[in-house]
C-alpha cells in the first residue's frame, strides 16, 4: 500500500508570506496527525483529525496556522503569515486501528517524510 | 503539559558496541514507543510497549517499560552502520483510543565503522 506522502519535501518561504502543506493519508485510514519538529526540539502535537472532523487540535501554536481535511480524504496545513520560529519540519501521520493493541506489534501510526519548513 | 526527558542526546560509538538510551517522565504513561527517525524520512516505530514492566526485543532492540510507569530504556546490542539515526521515545495515555503521541527530544546515533 502506497504510504502517507506530504508535499512539498521542502519549502523556503520570506516571514509574512503563507505557505501550505498537504498530507496525503494512507487510503482508508480514518485518523490524521499533523506534528512538528523544531531543531533540535522534541517531536510536537499539532493536531487530529478524525475523518473530517477535528478531534483535537490543542497543540496548534496559535491562529495563524489553519488545519483542513475536506471530505476526510487529503489535509492541508496552511501558516498565514509564517514567522521566523514556525520553521522546522513538519510531518503528518495516519491510522485507522482506533483502539490501541498488539496487531503483530504495529501501534498503527504511520509517518510521512516530512515537510521542511525554512522561513526567512 | 508532559513532558519526556530522553538521554543521551548524542552519541558517537564504534561499530560492534552496544547502546543504551532512556527516557523519563513526570507523569505516567500508559503506553511507551520507541521511533526511529533515518534523514529525510519520518519516524518509524521500532517497539511498543503497553505493560508496566514489559520487556520486549525486535531483532538486535530490546526495550523495556518500567514498573513507575515513568521511564523506558531501549538498548541496541552490536551496533552496525545502518542504525545511524535519531532514535525517539514517546508516550502516550490513550488507552482506549489512539490519541497524540508526547516525543522526547531525541538521541542521534553516529556509528563508525
Not at chain 1, 36 to 56: N, P, Y
Not at chain 1, 78 to 103: M, N, W
Not at chain 2, 53 to 82: C, V, Y
Request: hydrophobic letters at 30%; aromatic letters at 10%.
Amino acid at each position: 500500500e502506497a504510504g502517507v506522502t506530504q508535499f512539498p519535501s521542502h519549502s523556503v518561504i520570506e516571514k509574512g508570506q503563507t505557505v501550505t502543506l498537504r498530507c496525503d493519508p494512507i487510503s482508508g485510514h480514518d485518523n490524521l496527525y499533523w506534528y512538528r519538529r523544531v531543531m533540535g526540539k522534541e517531536i510536537k502535537f499539532l493536531l487530529h483529525f478524525v475523518k473530517e472532523s477535528k478531534q483535537d487540535e490543542s497543540g496548534m501554536p496559535n491562529n495563524r496556522f489553519l488545519a483542513e481535511r475536506t471530505g476526510g480524504t487529503y489535509s492541508t496545513l496552511k501558516v498565514q503569515p509564517a514567522e521566523l520560529e514556525d520553521s522546522g519540519v513538519y510531518f503528518c501521520a495516519s491510522s485507522q486501528v482506533r483502539s490501541i493493541g498488539r496487531t503483530g506489534g504495529n501501534y498503527g501510526y504511520t509517518f510521512g517524510s516530512g515537510t521542511r519548513l525554512t522561513v526567512v | 503539559g508532559q513532558q519526556l526527558n530522553q538521554s543521551p542526546q548524542s552519541m558517537f560509538i564504534q561499530e560492534g558496541e552496544d547502546v543504551s538510551m532512556n527516557c523519563t517522565s513526570s507523569s505516567i504513561f500508559n503506553t511507551w514507543l520507541w521511533y526511529k527517525q533515518d534523514p529525510g524520512e519520518g519516524p518509524v516505530l521500532l517497539i511498543a510497549l503497553y505493560k508496566a514492566g514489559e520487556l520486549t526485543s525486535n531483532g538486535r532492540l530490546t526495550a523495556q517499560f518500567g514498573i513507575t510507569r515513568k521511564d523506558s530504556f531501549l538498548n541496541i546490542s552490536a551496533s552496525i552502520p545502518s542504525d545511524v539515526g535519531i532514535y525517539f521515545c514517546a508516550g502516550t495515555n490513550y488507552g482506549g483510543s489512539q490519541g497524540n503521541l508526547i516525543f522526547g527530544k531525541g538521541t542521534k546515533l553516529s556509528v563508525k565503522p
